[in-house]
């Protein structure tokens, strides 16, 4: 059995030669030695973070991240985005819950206040079409096919060519998938004019 490698741990391996512990630790901490931040600790690390005067993305300094690739730090009892916290600390409250801390960098990962800003989800979806980061269509890494591929079958229902089943036999997709593309369920926002 092959023991962690951080001395006298002594724990059997579970990944990148470190126990559970470890490797868990490096994961959330980018430090697999690396403890928790106490209460204390986060609130000197957002202080300083508030007092930073740089039109440059800051990054939060942990690798703990939620699914959707944004900072998370327990704050005030709860597991919460850094850049929500710290628009909230430098904007006030959201008017409601559903406003979002809309990055003006386009960087989910930014932290820096001078780029966060309250917005609804419109103007925040608005902002994600500026910036290209909106993931649709073929950034979608769900897409099966390009916007070439959607525009074509399109053309192909619009034109009577054959049905849709065939259709998606053609592109490789399902009858409902070639459905979704033509009544704009999917692939909605296209024109049909490549130009």
Not at 1 to 25: E, F, Y
Not at 56 to 65: A, D, G, H, Q, Y
Not at 108 to 120: E, G, K, P, Q, S
Not at 162 to 178: D, L, M
Request: hydrophobic share 30%.
């Amino acid at each position: 059995m092959t023991t962690c490698s951080i001395d006298s741990c002594g724990k059997p391996v579970a990944a990148r030669s470190w126990c559970k512990a470890h490797w868990t630790r490096w994961r959330r901490n980018g430090d697999p030695c690396g403890g928790r931040r106490t209460p204390g600790d986060l609130s000197v690390l957002l202080q300083s973070l508030l007092k930073m005067e740089t039109d440059e993305c800051i990054t939060w300094p942990s690798n703990n991240l939620n699914r959707y690739g944004y900072a998370v730090i327990k704050w005030e009892g709860k597991q919460q985005r850094v850049n929500r916290v710290v628009c909230g600390i430098m904007r006030g409250s959201p008017t409601n819950s559903k406003m979002h801390a809309a990055h003006s960098c386009g960087n989910r990962a930014c932290v820096n206040h001078r780029h966060l800003r309250w917005a609804t989800p419109t103007e925040n979806q608005a902002d994600r079409l500026l910036h290209g980061t909106d993931g649709r269509g073929e950034k979608n890494v769900t897409s099966k096919v390009s916007e070439q591929d959607a525009r074509a079958i399109r053309h192909a229902w619009k034109a009577r060519e054959s049905n849709q089943a065939e259709i998606g036999k053609r592109f490789g997709i399902t009858q409902s998938a070639v459905s979704s593309i033509v009544t704009g369920k999917n692939w909605g926002w296209l024109d049909d004019n490549p130009n």
